[in-house]
């Protein structure tokens, strides 16, 4: 039996519709537009990432969605505009070609924190004797580090460093031995234990400089270059388009020390439950950053 609406009835169902479609429509509309923000797989963008998403979160309400990559894709994502931005370029040196090459369609929001690269040994070792990578040439530095220069991953942009530095400063004798990361680090705690001279290609931050008390080696030819500096850097437009965002990065930085211990803790527990820690520890201080940020119309949410 096929039974016939009334007009009354039908104009009640239609005003029903539009009631739920306004409804709707003011929902959507108090939701922030969501930014995706890409991440490299290291220890140090984990925890950098994974903390600014957690201060956008919960202080601005800002929905984020998390990218991992490598390096060159979020560099060339961000330049096609399918990412917006990125918390870890490494702008000084290592990731200079690509700003060079993508910056034209590129903001940098601004420096988080400073890194090094170069050669490390044990505080243990005397600087009178071991201060200086061309202090590697005396034959009884040479005979005690056994020749070795501990390295991680056969090819990658650290491991070229190192091999030109051997052959900038005439390191005769001397070899690259290389491994993963975990393998590099664990020889090099063997090797420590035993009381023995090591040398390492290291970089910072990472946690092996909260593990082991360790200094870098000067580098008088700057094979390595000095500090870098590492950016925030987006998309062009997003500072238009998500200014407290923007605001933000302008004005957040890690302090190193926070960083590498940071990093240590998550690899006994999670980088996940070290950022909450760290970020329940210093609301306050995001909470004053915040306060100075820059109003958003409705038109941007």
């Known amino acids: 039996m096929i039974t016939r609406m009334s007009f009354a009835q039908k104009a009640g169902c239609w005003m029903a519709s539009v009631t739920l479609l306004t409804l709707a429509s003011?929902?959507?509309?108090?939701e922030a537009k969501p930014i995706t923000i890409g991440w490299v797989n290291w220890a140090d963008?984990?925890?950098?990432?994974?903390?600014?998403?957690?201060?956008?979160?919960d202080q601005l309400k800002q929905p984020v969605k998390l990218v991992m990559a490598d390096i060159g894709i979020q560099f060339q994502a961000m330049s096609a505009g399918k990412v917006d931005m990125i918390p870890m370029a490494?702008?000084?040196?290592?990731?200079?070609?690509?700003?060079?090459?993508?910056g034209d369609k590129l903001e940098d929001?601004?420096?988080?924190?400073?890194?090094?690269?170069?050669?490390?040994?044990?505080?243990s070792i005397p600087e009178s004797e071991l201060s200086s990578i061309e202090d590697l040439n005396k034959p009884e530095v040479r005979e005690k580090l056994g020749g070795k220069i501990l390295t991680s991953e056969v090819g990658n942009g650290q491991y070229k460093t190192a091999t030109r530095a051997i052959a900038d400063y005439k390191?005769?004798?001397?070899?690259?031995?290389?491994?993963?990361?975990?393998?590099?680090?664990?020889?090099?705690?063997?090797?420590?234990?035993?009381?023995?001279?090591?040398?390492?290609?290291?970089?910072?931050p990472h946690w092996m400089f909260s593990t082991w008390s360790l200094r870098?080696?000067?580098?008088p030819k700057e094979v390595y270059g000095k500090a870098e500096q590492i950016h925030a850097v987006a998309r062009k437009g997003f500072t238009q388009d998500f200014p407290q965002v923007a605001y933000f990065f302008a004005h957040f930085s890690i302090?190193?020390?926070?960083?590498?211990?940071?990093?240590?803790?998550?690899?006994?527990?999670?980088?996940?439950?070290?950022v909450a820690q760290y970020y329940a520890d210093h609301k306050d201080t995001y909470q004053a950053i915040l306060k100075s940020a820059p109003a958003v119309a409705s038109s941007q949410q």
């Open 90 to 102: 490494w702008l000084t040196y290592s990731h200079k070609p690509f700003w060079d090459k993508y």
């Open 109 to 123: 929001l601004g420096v988080l924190y400073e890194g090094r690269l170069g050669l490390a040994v044990p505080t």
């Open 26 to 30: 003011i929902a959507h509309a108090d």
């Open 171 to 204: 390191l005769d004798g001397y070899k690259l031995v290389a491994s993963s990361e975990t393998g590099m680090l664990n020889e090099f705690d063997r090797v420590t234990k035993r009381g023995q001279w090591v040398l390492l290609n290291a970089w910072s």
């Open 216 to 219: 870098y080696l000067d580098d």
């Open 45 to 57: 963008a984990e925890i950098t990432t994974k903390l600014a998403t957690t201060i956008l979160q």
């Open 255 to 274: 302090p190193m020390k926070d960083l590498e211990n940071m990093m240590k803790q998550a690899r006994e527990s999670s980088a996940d439950k070290v």
